[in-house]
T-cell receptor, first 111, second 111 residues
């Protein structure tokens, strides 16, 4: 295991509320990623980070923002949650750009 | 961008038989091909990967083959066991961009 934890593991929230998911890794990995997993779509990249304060958008970034103030922490924020953002969210990290190790996931339900 | 197709979407095999999952990719610049195993309620786990400078890689009962000319790669599991039941994802990367995942194969091992 790459020593990645995610919190919370489960969350139920209401439409329009902000939500922040946290990813913490203990491997001193440079690269960190946020994905969402939905049936029929596999894993889709939301945002990624290639260093502290260095982030970029993935293929499904609309409605999401991220921050990375420390190497070990990568936060994903849903600015105003919508029902279409109900999903399972996975964080991953890696020392190089392609080899990635995943966390246990956060199941988010937006009512 | 890269497009990865994965087949079949579901696969059932008798315990002890072999299982093969196939993926094709579109970007000829892709050079890294990992396979992930995801058990129910858990995050994807990297089980084997291959880079484009080799054609085959084995790790005990698991092997991955790569055909760069045809742009396809496959996961082979021999002597399947009940604990091999899971969803398997392939992915591709050109090491400069992000991983692009296939949509997954649900493998069921029949005792």
């Amino acid at each position: 295991d790459a020593g990645i934890t995610q919190s919370p593991r489960h969350k139920v929230t209401e439409t329009g509320t902000p939500v922040t998911l946290r990813c913490h890794q203990t491997e001193n990995h440079r690269y960190m990623y946020w994905y969402r997993q939905d049936p029929g779509h596999g894993l889709r990249l939301i945002h990624y980070s290639y260093g502290v304060k260095d982030t970029d958008k993935g293929e499904v970034s609309d409605g999401y923002s991220v921050s990375r103030s420390k190497t070990e922490d990568f936060l994903l924020t849903l600015e105003s949650a919508t029902s279409s953002q109900t999903s399972v969210y996975f964080c991953a990290s890696g020392a190089i750009t392609d080899t990635q190790y995943f966390g246990p996931g956060t199941r988010l339900t937006v009512l | 961008g890269e497009n990865v197709e994965q087949h079949p979407s579901t696969l059932s095999v008798q315990e002890g038989d072999s299982a093969v999952i196939k993926c094709t990719y579109s970007d000829s610049a892709s050079n890294y091909f990992p396979w992930y195993k995801q058990e129910l309620g858990k995050g994807p786990q990297l089980i084997i990967d291959i880079r484009s400078n080799v054609g085959e890689k084995k790790d005990q009962r698991i092997a991955v083959t790569l055909n760069k000319t045809a742009k396809h790669f496959s996961l082979h599991i021999t002597e399947t066991q009940p604990e091999d039941s899971a969803v398997y994802f392939c992915a591709a990367s050109n090491s400069k961009e992000k991983l692009t995942f296939g949509t997954g194969t649900r493998l069921t091992i029949i005792p």
